[in-house]
């Protein structure tokens, strides 16, 4: 299956660990105006809910995630500390 280029660059959340190159995880994706899941793979183990950044699509509903904080939310919390 060709790859799924338009879930590259979404953020999702982990719904089960994964365990770096010993095996997937599974991810739950913001995508296509829904959500989807997919096989999770990382270069290291990542724990169950950790927001993540796809960088790479693997075809066959596989993708590769890293950790990911979005950087928005920094301006929320400083918007709350201005006050």
Do not use: H, K, Y
């Given at each position: 299956?060709?790859?799924?280029?338009?879930?590259?660059?979404?953020?999702g959340?982990l719904?089960?660990?994964?365990?770096?190159?010993a095996?997937?995880?599974e991810v739950?994706?913001?995508?296509?105006?829904?959500?989807?899941?997919?096989?999770?793979?990382s270069?290291?183990?990542l724990?169950r809910?950790?927001?993540?950044?796809?960088i790479?699509s693997?075809?066959n509903?596989?993708?590769?995630v890293?950790?990911w904080?979005?950087?928005l939310?920094?301006l929320?919390?400083?918007?709350?500390?201005?006050?």
């Amino acid at each position: 299956m060709a790859p799924d280029e338009a879930v590259v660059g979404c953020a999702g959340v982990l719904l089960v660990a994964t365990r770096g190159t010993a095996g997937p995880g599974e991810v739950r994706v913001s995508v296509r105006g829904g959500t989807e899941t997919f096989l999770a793979w990382s270069g290291e183990p990542l724990p169950r809910g950790t927001q993540v950044l796809v960088i790479e699509s693997r075809g066959n509903r596989q993708v590769d995630v890293i950790e990911w904080a979005d950087p928005l939310d920094a301006l929320v919390g400083n918007a709350d500390d201005a006050n």
